[in-house]
């Protein structure tokens, strides 16, 4: 933790004990990558507080030369946003809740970095089973992003866009960063703080990603692997290995995507049952080349 850090860490503290003295809420909690221990010279610092009825019209202030924003937000509202880290009812044929909790990925990212203050400093807001939940909306949600980003990239490639799929490729390499921190058990944090992330989570590197042989598109199987990792980190597969489905080249734009109803490899807008032992055997077929 840097300087700026801990001079943000410390007003949010006295902030947070004049909050609970004034009798206004019932709990303060600081969010976002402060509560992660990260913060620079200009750093905002995000402070809520959980209230019954309904939220105050707080304003944000200024402490000791820096911003303090302030939100309130009632029992019942985070109560709700909890409820939606305790299951991962997302089906293929029924994606509704899947689309209503991508929506909600902000907010969940700063209950997954809450931390409550009592007079003991900041404790953890989640529990493990809560934790565990928000693991797997992040991985899923970055690995929904992965196949959107790769479905404009076979697009791009088989009509050689080469400036608007290098574009593509840089926004695909944040993403598969993003995914490695969350499938470590970490919060997806905003992209500038995804370096610092990616070696506190023990993260894989940020991948390389190029399309210079794109005629054998072996240079999106790291892509590929990453994900399916991931994906294998939050519901691991003991299966025995059996043979992939036909897919003409395995690396021609696929990805695995898990739901409540099983495994599907995807590509665009095909979605392709498997199972797991059908989903080892492709990632070996696009593991011939390291990690």
């Given amino acids: 933790m840097n300087t700026s ?4 860490l410390e007003i949010a503290g006295r902030v947070a004990q004049e909050l609970l003295s004034s009798g206004q809420v019932r709990e303060v909690r600081l969010e976002g990558a402060l509560a992660c221990g990260f913060a620079h010279a200009a750093s905002d610092i995000d402070l809520r507080g959980i209230v019954d009825g309904d939220p105050p019209p707080w304003e ?5 030369g820096v ?21 991962f009812e997302v089906r293929r044929d029924d994606l509704a809740s899947f689309r209503r909790v ?10 997954r970095t809450a931390v409550s203050y009592d007079t003991d400093g900041w404790r ?13 909306w992040a991985v899923a949600d ?12 076979t697009g791009l490639v088989e009509d050689g866009l080469a ?4 574009v593509v490729c840089r926004k695909l390499e944040t993403c598969i960063t993003a995914l490695g921190c969350a499938a470590n058990g ?21 991948p390389s990603i190029g399309t210079a042989q794109a005629e054998t598109w072996e240079w999106f199987r790291p892509v590929q692997r990453r994900v399916t990792r991931a994906l294998l980190d939050c519901w691991p597969v003991d299966d025995p290995v059996r043979e992939p489905p036909a897919l003409g080249s395995p690396d021609a734009g696929w990805l695995p995507q898990r739901y409540a109803d099983g495994w599907f490899l995807r590509r665009g807008d095909i979605h392709l049952p498997v199972t797991g032992g059908q989903l080892l055997g492709w990632l070996s077929l696009v593991s011939t080349d390291g990690a």
């Fill in 124 to 136: 953890p807001v989640l529990d493990t089973k809560e934790l565990e939940g928000y693991r797997r």
């Fill in 163 to 166: 400036e608007p799929a290098h």
């Fill in 102 to 111: 991508r929506a909600s990925m902000h907010d969940l990212m700063c209950l």
């Fill in 186 to 206: 970490y919060p997806v944090l905003g992209e500038k703080w995804l370096p610092l992330l990616a070696k506190v989570a023990g993260a894989l590197p940020r």
């Fill in 60 to 64: 944000s202030r200024v402490v000791n």
């Fill in 5 to 8: 850090a801990q001079v943000r």
């Fill in 67 to 87: 911003r303090v924003d302030l939100q309130a937000t009632s029992s019942r509202s985070n109560e709700e946003l909890r409820h939606l880290l305790r299951s």
């Fill in 142 to 153: 970055q690995a929904e992003v992965a196949a959107s980003l790769a479905e404009d990239l």
